[in-house]
């Protein structure tokens, strides 16, 4: 007895080493699993990240309206940049993410500062050959981090683009306010951002960026009020009703600046935007959108959603965005049995901890499907999307597929992949 008792320990301690010694990268979030589809994995591209401080000058100050009228104010915005890099010999291709779990003022869910790893160099020499490179701009849902896709961010800089993710001010977990400002702000950030890119990019800048990106060949990617940010962008008004409703909230009509029939909305879109990505769309169910407002989408779109969201909606939501867009070449992904968390990073080891509120867990978390092999899917179909739309790629057959991932061969899955549909509409 005494030897078996001590061959048993012997082995736990044994397998204790072995997780000891595993390096904390192996389960990096965004890392391809045994299934993932042909194109998730990492590309060619080694890649660096840098953090930047950007101020837009003079706009409307929505939380301190006053009397139909907003004051004007300078607005701070943190983005993040991820690109191709050089990365130097004997340095690893690895950072921390500074992130927080909680809400700003909420006392039920205090801020929790936490960091989880990712695949980049911190501030990484940028490596120029081969662009520059097509320009992405994200933007996160509410509320949010820059930091809330990195599997998606890190991986799209490794196959060759510049991409920016946005901190919306007033709508972060750190300084979470009222909604009227994510309402107000969230198109006129993307479109903001997408100037100082430009102008950064430039030959004659003095920035890292110099000649690293084209924004001429620009995506938007938006998760939730990102999705509705950047729907907005791409061409789709808002309603009389979201506009009555913003008046109610904010004490202001502003927002009927990007609303249907506007000088900015009766314009093309920007000519720079290629292509739209746009996870769990925001607004539907509360008349943000009507017929007028869709058909202004032009813009090739992929919209990504699961069929049971909570948040958006989707028969009455999400789809009936899909279905409007009667102006755009559009597909629509669909997690069967999902609910809307189909754009954020797997859930970190920080909110897997005992004792924290479930609010923490489920901000993450998908009840009915394995959160990895989500980010996994989304790196597949948006590297086929942008790569087709920025690139040129020839990827129509990644995303021209059956209705049902059952109903025949989806080109780059593995068999036994079930619960995905994709449908296509044409103008």
């Known amino acids: 007895m005494f030897r078996r008792r001590l061959l048993l320990l012997f082995c736990v301690l044994s397998l204790g080493a072995v997780f000891a010694q595993t390096p904390a990268e192996t389960f990096i979030v965004g890392d391809p699993l045994p299934d993932a589809p042909e194109l998730a994995?990492?590309?060619?591209?080694?890649?660096?990240?840098?953090?930047?401080?950007?101020?837009?000058?003079?706009?409307?100050?929505?939380?301190?309206?006053?009397?139909?009228?907003?004051?004007?104010?300078?607005?701070?915005?943190?983005?993040?940049?991820?690109?191709?890099?050089?990365?130097?010999?004997?340095?690893?291709?690895?950072?921390?993410?500074?992130?927080?779990?909680?809400?700003?003022?909420?006392?039920?869910?205090?801020?929790?500062?936490?960091?989880?790893?990712?695949?980049?160099?911190?501030?990484?020499?940028?490596?120029?050959?081969?662009?520059?490179?097509?320009?992405?701009?994200?933007?996160?849902?509410?509320?949010?981090?820059?930091?809330?896709?990195?599997y998606l961010t890190e991986n799209l800089a490794s196959k060759g683009y510049v991409v920016v993710a946005i901190d919306h001010t007033e709508s972060t977990y750190r300084d979470v306010a009222n909604f009227s400002s994510t309402l107000f702000h969230r198109p006129l950030d993307d479109l903001f951002v997408l100037n100082e890119m430009a102008r950064l990019g430039a030959g004659n800048s003095r920035s890292f960026l110099s000649g690293l990106l084209d924004a001429g060949k620009t995506a938007l990617i938006g998760y939730s009020m990102g999705g509705y940010g950047v729907l907005n962008v791409g061409g789709a008004g808002y309603s009389q009703q979201a506009v009555g409703f913003f008046k109610q909230l904010a004490g202001s009509d502003t927002l009927r600046l990007r609303a249907a029939g506007s000088p900015a909305l009766s314009a093309p879109p920007d000519p720079r935007i290629k292509a739209i990505v746009a996870f769990a769309p925001w607004g539907m169910e509360r008349g943000v959108w009507d017929a007028e407002g869709l058909a202004g989408l032009r813009l090739p779109t992929l919209f990504i959603a699961g069929d049971q969201d909570d948040i958006s909606g989707y028969e009455k939501g999400i789809k009936k965005i899909f279905e409007g867009a009667v102006n755009a070449d559009r597909y629509m992904l669909t997690y069967v049995n999902a609910r809307h968390n189909v754009a954020p990073n797997a859930p970190a080891a920080a909110v897997l901890r005992p004792g924290l509120p479930i609010n923490e867990y489920q901000h993450y978390a998908e009840p009915g499907w394995n959160e990895r092999r989500i980010n996994n899917i989304n790196q597949h179909f948006v590297t086929a999307f942008l790569g087709w739309h920025l690139k040129g790629q020839d990827n129509q057959k990644y995303l021209n597929v059956p209705e049902k991932v059952t109903d025949g061969p989806w080109p780059g899955f593995k068999p036994r992949a079930v619960g995905l549909e994709m449908r296509h509409a044409k103008p």
Not at 55 to 77: C, E, M, S
Not at 91 to 115: F, I, S
Not at 127 to 141: A, D, E, R, Y
């Open 41 to 150: 994995p990492r590309g060619a591209y080694k890649v660096g990240v840098r953090t930047l401080k950007l101020t837009n000058p003079g706009q409307a100050d929505i939380l301190k309206a006053k009397d139909g009228r907003a004051p004007a104010y300078d607005r701070p915005l943190t983005v993040e940049v991820w690109y191709p890099a050089r990365i130097p010999d004997g340095q690893a291709e690895l950072t921390q993410y500074e992130q927080v779990m909680g809400l700003a003022g909420n006392p039920q869910r205090p801020l929790v500062p936490y960091a989880f790893p990712g695949r980049a160099l911190r501030d990484a020499e940028p490596q120029k050959q081969g662009g520059p490179f097509p320009l992405v701009i994200v933007s996160h849902g509410f509320p949010g981090s820059r930091y809330l896709m990195t």
